[in-house]
């Protein structure tokens, strides 16, 4: 909903009616309103500057806020509100990406990061490390950005990806 989700996308999604998809955005605005606040000042400011931006001011371009084309009026939307929350997630990962990758090269670790997917990354630690190696992910991933939340880092362990979930 933070997004911008539509009541038809919520009923869709969930396949619920139309009419409850509504109520329930309603009363989700309702509990939280500074969400709702937030949300439109984002658009605001965006429709004004022309882009979006994350917190460490990467810009999204987006020219189609003012476009004739409700649809292509209403994804520019979506995205003035989607770019300052996962642009900067992405954003955090990359700089942890780098920290992680430094303080394990400095920790003799033969090995290191092989990839990312969205919001997680994959790494090949060797098994009699596995325990050092979690501590200085967590760390980097957790302090990659002072931010007034805490950023919580989840780890899993397997031999594969499907296992460490």
């Known amino acids: 909903l933070i997004y911008g989700m539509s ?28 969400v709702a606040a937030w949300r439109e000042e984002a658009v605001a400011s965006a429709e004004e500057k022309g882009y979006a931006e994350t917190l460490f001011k990467r810009r999204r371009p987006l020219p189609d806020l003012h476009a004739r084309n ?16 996962q642009g900067t997630a992405a954003d955090l990962i990359q700089l942890a990406m780098v920290d992680v990758e430094e303080k394990l090269a400095a920790a003799g670790f033969r090995s290191g990061l092989l990839l990312s997917i969205h919001d997680e990354l994959l790494f090949e630690i060797e098994d009699e ?8 992910i967590k760390r980097s991933m957790e ?16 031999q594969n990806w499907g296992e460490a979930h």
């Open 129 to 136: 490390r596995i325990d050092e190696a979690q501590q200085i």
């Open 143 to 158: 302090k990659a950005i002072k931010i007034n939340v805490p950023i919580e880092v989840s780890i899993g362990i397997g």
């Open 7 to 34: 009541d038809y996308g919520l009923a869709q999604r969930f396949d619920i009616a139309h009419e409850e998809a509504a109520q329930f955005i309603q009363s989700y605005y309702d509990l939280y309103p500074q």
């Open 70 to 85: 409700h649809a292509l009026r209403e994804f520019s939307k979506r995205a003035a509100i989607n770019t300052p929350i």
